[in-house]
């Protein structure tokens, strides 16, 4: 395997708009040498997210970005990626629906996870619907975005358990954590394949 030193790794950007823990888990990831990511910006819509903490305690660039107008967002978030010559997005807990331009108008890779086995449950509360539904398992998945929500090529998927006694809670703890392997296995898969 090719040494990656900082100046030839791939400039990465991650999306976040709440926790951050895969955005964790990825800056952890970005620092070890095998890493084929730079994490070098970090954007989101939600001032108080608590992710923005990791920008702090990393010294890595953040921006917010106000998505009131979703148009002129979009718009600026573009004008951050080119400024910082960002080839990668990592969408991590990212909840604004891209548009079709935007997707467009990026020329690198976007990639997101999302915490179902896609193509099931895409959308908002997947844990509890894959409970409703009496599923034996969930997971998660790593995909490539395109401009239909969580349908793009999927790159990796994690299975996990569901037990009789799980709560949506418990389920997205035990999700949660295998996000935080799936990613950075899915970010080596297409890099060093
Ligand atoms: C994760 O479950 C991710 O799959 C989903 O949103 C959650 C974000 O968690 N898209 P965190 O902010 O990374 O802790």
Same mark, same amino acid.
């Given at each position: 395997?090719?040494?990656?030193?900082?100046?030839? =790794?791939? *400039?990465?950007?991650? &999306?976040?708009?709440?926790?951050? +823990?895969?955005?964790? +888990?990825?800056?952890?990831?970005?620092?070890?040498?095998?890493?084929?990511?730079?994490?070098?910006?970090?954007?989101?819509?939600?001032?108080?997210?608590?992710?923005?903490? %990791?920008?702090?305690?990393?010294?890595?660039?953040? =921006?917010?970005?106000?998505?009131?107008?979703?148009?002129?967002? !979009?718009? *600026?978030?573009?004008?951050?990626?080119?400024?910082?010559?960002?080839?990668?997005?990592?969408?991590?807990?990212?909840?604004?629906?891209?548009?079709?331009?935007?997707? =467009?108008?990026? =020329?690198?890779?976007?990639?997101?996870?999302? /915490?179902?086995?896609? /193509?099931? %449950?895409?959308?908002?509360?997947?844990?509890?619907?894959?409970?409703?539904?009496?599923?034996? &398992?969930?997971?998660?998945?790593?995909?490539?975005?395109?401009?239909?929500?969580?349908?793009?090529?999927?790159?990796?998927?994690? *299975?996990?358990?569901?037990? +009789?006694?799980?709560?949506?809670? *418990?389920?997205?703890?035990?999700?949660?954590?295998? !996000?935080?392997?799936? %990613?950075?296995?899915?970010?080596?898969?297409?890099?060093?394949?």
């Amino acid at each position: 395997m090719a040494l990656l030193t900082g100046s030839n =790794k791939i *400039k990465t950007s991650v &999306f976040i708009s709440g926790n951050g +823990s895969n955005l964790k +888990s990825l800056i952890k990831f970005s620092k070890q040498r095998k890493s084929p990511i730079l994490i070098q910006l970090i954007i989101t819509d939600n001032l108080y997210a608590k992710g923005l903490n %990791y920008a702090k305690h990393y010294k890595i660039k953040k =921006k917010i970005i106000d998505f009131k107008n979703k148009n002129l967002a !979009e718009k *600026k978030i573009i004008f951050e990626l080119k400024k910082n010559k960002i080839d990668c997005v990592c969408l991590a807990g990212f909840m604004r629906i891209l548009s079709k331009n935007f997707i =467009k108008n990026f =020329k690198g890779k976007i990639l997101n996870i999302h /915490p179902s086995l896609l /193509p099931k %449950y895409k959308g908002l509360n997947t844990h509890q619907r894959a409970i409703n539904k009496k599923e034996k &398992f969930s997971g998660c998945t790593v995909h490539f975005v395109s401009s239909k929500l969580d349908s793009g090529k999927i790159i990796l998927q994690k *299975k996990v358990r569901i037990k +009789s006694n799980d709560t949506p809670k *418990k389920l997205a703890k035990k999700i949660l954590a295998q !996000e935080h392997k799936l %990613y950075p296995k899915a970010i080596l898969k297409i890099f060093n394949p």
